[in-house]
């Protein structure tokens, strides 16, 4: 497997993120010819978290220590790569520590970008070519610029600008506010007070309206029901319906109970004509006459109202 290492320009740095050229499509580079569509192919290898290292390792360091030093890791990819059909594109995230140093040494036009991978190579019309990548170690920053690698926009700082904007326009808005006049305000302070006096009114007046609408359907419910009849006015709805005495005391049993008078004299009457149909039909004719012996007495007052 051939080694590639390749290196692009850096612009000016701002912010924390970037979107970078990781490398650039149909481009002759210090190691190989990079066709487009090898860029494409092997876009997947150039993955969000490929560590971004301090310079690429030395030849001591890459038999050594391959893995690399910690110390060296200055920042990652932050998303995977992209292709736009020409070039592969990713976000690049610098460690808090390194930004202020790799903004300082970018806009001096002293450092680059730089690929650290491995491809199959083949020879083409433009010498050796890339056939495809096979593995991606990192993406250094190096001082040597290479294979159209580059930063393109500042995503960061697009934010931060965003935020300044805002906080001019809210300035902006807090110097433009009216001082309203203290006449102003003290009519609208009683008008206030006005609206909550009109609202208490009709609270109380809609209260007054439930009460009397209460006390006139308990009067309605007092007038529908029956009054009590007087002493006199049963004693002549008896006579009227012309029951035995018998039938009379109970009449007064079940009135006294609570039913009504005329309901209690229509099943005394009922049951008379009953009796009387049978002795009919057993005797062809004759009258019934229910024996008056024995005699009760009521007392009225515990069931009707005397007028």
């Known amino acids: 497997m051939a ?6 320009k850096l612009t000016s740095l701002t912010g924390k993120t970037w979107k970078i050229k990781v490398i650039e499509g149909d481009r002759q580079g210090s190691s190989a010819y990079y066709p487009k569509e090898v860029l494409e192919s092997g876009k997947h290898l150039f993955k969000e978290g490929t560590r971004i290292f301090r310079n690429h390792p030395s030849s001591e360091a890459k038999w050594n220590q391959p893995e690399r ?7 990652y990819l932050s998303e995977d790569a992209t292709f736009d059909g020409k070039d592969l594109y990713a976000n690049a995230t610098f460690l808090e520590s390194e930004q202020a140093r790799i903004k300082e040494l970018a806009e001096a036009g002293l450092i680059a970008m730089s690929i650290r991978a491995e491809g199959e190579m083949t020879e083409g019309a433009n010498g050796m070519e890339v056939a495809r990548f096979t593995a991606v170690h990192s993406v250094d920053v190096v001082t040597t610029a290479g294979a159209g690698g580059a930063f393109e926009k500042l995503l960061e700082s697009a934010n931060e600008n965003n935020s300044q904007e805002q906080k001019l326009e809210e300035a902006q808005e807090e110097e433009t506010e009216l001082e309203l006049p203290k006449e102003f305000l003290d009519a609208l302070d009683n008008l206030t007070k006005g609206v909550n006096t009109l609202n208490e009114s009709l609270a109380e007046e809609k209260t007054a309206r439930e009460l009397a609408e209460a006390e006139k359907q308990k009067a309605l419910e007092e007038a529908a029901k029956p009054k009590a009849l007087s ?3 049963v004693a002549e709805a008896l006579v009227e319906a012309k029951l035995s005495a ?3 005391g109970r009449v007064l049993e079940a009135v006294e109970a609570g039913k009504p008078l005329d ?7 009922e049951i008379a004509a009953e009796i009387l149909e049978a002795a009919k039909s057993e005797n062809g004719a004759g009258t019934i006459e229910e024996s008056t012996g024995g005699s009760k007495t009521f007392d009225f007052s515990s069931v009707f109202n005397r007028s």
């Open 231 to 233: 002493a006199t006015e």
């Open 3 to 8: 080694k590639l290492l390749e290196a692009g």
């Open 246 to 248: 018998k039938a009379r």
């Open 69 to 75: 030093r910690i110390e060296d890791i200055i920042g």
């Open 263 to 269: 309901e209690a004299i229509k099943a005394e009457q």
